[in-house]
């Protein structure tokens, strides 16, 4: 098991643009969570799943943030109408519903609206 | 006021020193407290997590937990250069209320060999 990857890990797009981040969490873990960090703050929690249910949304995930995870697998967070404000770290962690604080950490995907 | 407070630092130390890390919060609400490390360009790494007030030891890492001062602390004893990252302090209020953590700011350390 290599851990939660997160694809890609950077990108860069025009202001305007759809923008579309992949996580795969541990395989056995039925929870997924979904956090945003900009430079020099903690990361801010935005959703979670458990298997393919969304459970929570923060106020922070607005209209233009969308997440699904068909299949209790792997996750996708889309950022549509990417706004400046939207560069941020973008952080995946998963973990088991019996140890629901022993979070994974990826190792993000960093996103720079230009 | 944010609900976890953390002095951003940054700390810097000798090799060997003991750091303290703390933080602290406003909602009583909080049950679980964890420290996470993180290098940079990479995610949060788990470090301990603890339920409620009290401490709890693992290696050269010590978590203490005062509920009644809100106030939270990691201890670092015989610090390495390699524990040179951000130390996060992050907190829930349990599954009554979701699970999303709440994060302080991060403390930066930077032990010198």
């Known amino acids: 098991d290599t851990g939660v990857s997160q694809n890609p890990r950077h990108k860069i797009t025009k202001r305007g643009q759809n923008v579309t981040f992949r996580c795969d969490p541990i395989s056995e873990h039925n929870r997924l969570y979904w956090y945003r960090q900009t430079l020099g703050q903690g990361p801010e929690f935005l959703t979670y799943?458990?298997?393919?249910?969304?459970?929570?949304k923060s106020r922070l995930l607005s209209d233009r943030f969308s997440a699904e995870r068909p299949k209790g697998s792997f996750s996708t967070l889309e950022i549509q109408r990417t706004e400046q404000g939207d560069s941020a770290m973008y952080l995946c962690a998963s973990s088991l519903s019996t140890d629901p604080y022993g979070y994974t950490f990826g190792s993000g995907t960093r996103l720079t609206v230009v | 006021q944010k609900e976890v407070e953390q002095d951003p630092g940054p700390l810097s130390v000798p090799e060997g020193a003991i750091v303290s890390l703390n933080c602290t919060y406003s909602n009583s609400a909080f049950q679980y407290f964890m420290w996470y490390r993180q290098y940079s360009r990479k995610g949060p790494e788990l470090l301990m997590y603890?339920?409620?007030?009290g401490n709890k030891e693992d290696g050269r890492f010590t978590a203490q937990v005062d509920k009644s001062s809100k106030y939270i602390s990691l201890f670092i004893r015989d610090s390495q250069p390699s524990d040179s990252a951000t130390y996060l302090c992050?907190?829930?209020?349990?599954?009554?209320?979701?699970?999303?953590?709440?994060f302080g700011k991060g403390t930066t350390l930077s032990v010198s060999s």
């Open positions: 603890t339920y409620s007030s």
């Open positions: 992050a907190m829930s209020a349990g599954n009554q209320a979701g699970t999303a953590l709440i």
């Open positions: 799943f458990q298997n393919e249910a969304q459970l929570e």
